[in-house]
C-alpha cells in the first residue's frame, strides 16, 4: 500500500528518532492552503554547513504516488547500512559499504518526499488523476478544476509564458485557472509548497544538486526545458528579453546557453543515474535535456539552475527530473520495483556528483 501524507510524516519523524546523529527533520515555513506542512529529512553524517549537498524532491505532482514512497524507501536504507556497516543492493545493481559510507559522509542528502500533501490526501481519497495543489478557486471561477496550481510551473523562471516564448513554441503551461493540469499560477512562486523548495535553497545554501522525482514515463532529464542547449553564445539566454518573440522554437539556432563543461556535467551524471537503473532490473529510462520532452516554463529543474545566473553569488544547482516508471499508480509489486530502481539511480548520482565534482 502507498504511503498517505500522515503515514510519509510519521516515517520522517521515526527515521530521526531512530537515526539522531546522521538526520534532521527540517520543517518549512510555509503551509499548504489546507494547513499542512510536511518536514524535508537531511540525511547524512556531516553538518548542513558542512558538506555540500543534494535536495531530492517528490509529490510534486499528487497523482504521481510512487515518488515519496520511493524517498523515504531509500532514506531508510541509507540510514540502515550506514550504521550496520553493510552495503546495499537493489535487483542487479549493488554499492559496497565503502560507497554508502563516502556517500553519507561526504553529502548531506535532503529528502523533501512530500511537496504537495493537500494534492496528494485529495489524489488518495476523492480523485485519483488530480495532479495540482489545492489552492482555491480564484472568485467568479467555479467547477472542480478551477481549484488548484501545477506546481512545477509556478517556480520563478519564465513564469510568463505568454509574453516570454515564441507563440508557436508550444510550451506546455496555461494561465487559465480551470486547466486540470498545467496552471501556472496567479504570480511567480505563489503557492506555499513552491515557496518551500525555495526557502530550502535559500537556507542551505550547500545544495549544489538538485532531483525532481515524478512520473512516468520513463526518462531522467537535465537542463534547459525552454529551448535546446547551445554552448556556443552566452547572450542567448533566458534573461534576454529580445528573445522572448522567439524562445521554445526548435531548430532556429538561437537556443538556452549552457557551458559546455556544465553541460557535460549534467549528461555525465544523468548517465550515471541511468545506467544505475538499468542494472537493477534491465530497463533503460533514458536521458535527454528537458526541452526534448515538451518546452515548459516555470518548472523546478530549471529555475534550481537559473539561480546563479540571476544572482552570480548564488550557489550553481545543476537541476535534474527522474520521470519514473510507466504508470502514476501502478499495483504496489510493480511500485517495489520501480523504488529499487529510483533508489539505485540516486546512490549513483550522488556517487558521481561527489567524484565528478
Known amino acids: 500500500m502507498y504511503l498517505n501524507v500522515a503515514e510519509i510524516e510519521s516515517a520522517v519523524t521515526n527515521l530521526h528518532a531512530a537515526y539522531p546523529a546522521t538526520t534532521q527533520v527540517i520543517v518549512p515555513p510555509s503551509t499548504t492552503h489546507e494547513g499542512r506542512t510536511t518536514p524535508l529529512l537531511r540525511v547524512g553524517s556531516r553538518p ?16 504521481e504516488w510512487i515518488p ?9 536504507d541509507l540510514l540502515e547500512a550506514h550504521t550496520s556497516g553493510t552495503g546495499l543492493g537493489y535487483g542487479g545493481s549493488s554499492f559496497s559499504a565503502a560507497q554508502i559510507s563516502r556517500l553519507m559522509d561526504s553529502l548531506n542528502l535532503f529528502f ?17 488523476n488530480w495532479r495540482k495543489n489545492r489552492r482555491p478557486a480564484p472568485s467568479g471561477h467555479s ?3 478551477c481549484t488548484g496550481v501545477d506546481l512545477n ?5 519564465l513564469w510568463d509564458h505568454a509574453a516570454k516564448f515564441a507563440t508557436d513554441s508550444g510550451v506546455r503551461t496555461s494561465a487559465d485557472p480551470c486547466d486540470p493540469s498545467v496552471y501556472r499560477g496567479p504570480s511567480a512562486c505563489s503557492e506555499p509548497e513552491t515557496q518551500n523548495v525555495v526557502w530550502a535553497l535559500d537556507g542551505f545554501p550547500r545544495i549544489r544538486w538538485h532531483v525532481d522525482v515524478h512520473s512516468a514515463v520513463p526518462v531522467i532529464l537535465h537542463n534547459w526545458g525552454s529551448d535546446q542547449n547551445q554552448s556556443a553564445t552566452a547572450t542567448h539566454n533566458f534573461a534576454n528579453a529580445a528573445l522572448n518573440a522567439v524562445r521554445g522554437r526548435p531548430d532556429d539556432g538561437i537556443g538556452e546557453y549552457i557551458s559546455a563543461r556544465d553541460l557535460d556535467i549534467a549528461v555525465e551524471l544523468a548517465q550515471r543515474m541511468n545506467d544505475a537503473i538499468f542494472a537493477v532490473r534491465s530497463v533503460s529510462y533514458g536521458v535527454e535535456p528537458a526541452y526534448g520532452l515538451y518546452p515548459t516554463s516555470g518548472a523546478s529543474d530549471d529555475y534550481v539552475f537559473s539561480r546563479h545566473f540571476v544572482n552570480p553569488a548564488a550557489t550553481k544547482v545543476f537541476g535534474f527530473t527522474v520521470e519514473c516508471g510507466s504508470s502514476f499508480q501502478p499495483p504496489f509489486g510493480e511500485a517495489e520495483h520501480v ?6 539511480g540516486l546512490v549513483a548520482f550522488g556517487l558521481g556528483a561527489y567524484e565528478i565534482e
Not at 510551473?153 to 523562471?157: E, G
Open 48 to 63: 548542513a554547513d558542512s558538506v555540500d549537498g543534494i535536495l531530492v524532491l517528490g509529490g510534486v505532482h499528487a497523482r
Open 68 to 76: 515519496p514512497d520511493a524517498l523515504i524507501s531509500l532514506a531508510a
Open 112 to 128: 523533501f518526499p512530500c511537496v504537495n500533501p493537500d494534492g496528494r490526501a485529495h489524489s488518495q481519497t476523492v480523485s485519483g
Open 143 to 145: 467547477g472542480p478544476s
Open 153 to 157: 510551473r509556478n517556480f520563478d523562471f
Open 339 to 344: 523504488i529499487r530502481e529510483v533508489s539505485s
